[in-house]
C-alpha cells in the first residue's frame, strides 16, 4: 500500500523558516521524481518546486524562487522542502506528490501558516 506522509508543517512568523518532509513507503521511490505542491483557499493547486529521481533536476516556482530549496534521500524514501523567508502569501496546504509516467500518489496534505 502506497503512502506519502508529510511532516514538519506549522506557524510561522514571517521572515522564518520551515523543513517539510514527505517520508514514503509501498513503491520504489527512487523511481519516481517528486513534487511539492500547495493550495490556499479558494484558490487553484500551485506546483511548487520538482526534483527528478536521481536528484540532478530540480524546479521552482518564479515565486519561491531563492527562498525554498528542494532535494531527497533515496536512501531515507524522503523528499524535502526547506523553505525561508517564508511571507504570509506562502500560507497554505502543501502536498507532497510522487510522479512517474503511469501515475502520481499524492500525500495527505499539511498545513504551513505564516502570520505574526
Known amino acids: 500500500q502506497v503512502h506519502l506522509v508529510e511532516s514538519g508543517g506549522g506557524l510561522v512568523q514571517p521572515g522564518g523558516s520551515l523543513r517539510l518532509s514527505c517520508t514514503a513507503s509501498?513503491?520504489?521511490?527512487?523511481?519516481?521524481?517528486m513534487a511539492w505542491y500547495r493550495q490556499c483557499p479558494g484558490k487553484e493547486r500551485e506546483l511548487v518546486a520538482s526534483?527528478?529521481?536521481?536528484?540532478?533536476?530540480?524546479s521552482y516556482a518564479d515565486s519561491v524562487k531563492g527562498r525554498f530549496t528542494v532535494s531527497r534521500d533515496n536512501a531515507k524514501n524522503t523528499v524535502y522542502l526547506q523553505m525561508t523567508g517564508l511571507k504570509p502569501e506562502d500560507t497554505a496546504v502543501y502536498s507532497c506528490?510522487?510522479?512517474?509516467?503511469?501515475?502520481?500518489?499524492w500525500g495527505q496534505g499539511i498545513q504551513v501558516s505564516v502570520s505574526s
Open positions: 509501498g513503491f520504489t521511490f527512487s523511481t519516481y521524481a
Open positions: 506528490a510522487a510522479i512517474s509516467v503511469r501515475r502520481t500518489y
Open positions: 526534483i527528478g529521481s536521481s536528484d540532478t533536476y530540480t
